[in-house]
């Protein structure tokens, strides 16, 4: 009886480790759909033209920065959309 409990214990332990690994899922950054330096859409704030920035500079008090960036280059709306939160 001791050796069946024991058999059965290692079995379901085996079974219970093979079904419930979880699922990886990797993120896909596919290059044909990635954004690229230059590339140009409608500004929601005054409809002119939105240039996305790979490197857009950020200056702040504590230190400055680069990050990527919609910005409107149209004279005084200067609407700024940062693709990373």
Known sequence: MRLLTHVRDRIGHALRHAVAR???HT??????MRLKDGATRACPACTGVLLFRESYRVMRTDRNTTEPAWVCHTHPCGYREFVRK
């Open 27 to 32: 993120e896909r950054r596919d290059a044909a």
């Open 22 to 24: 979880p699922v990886r």
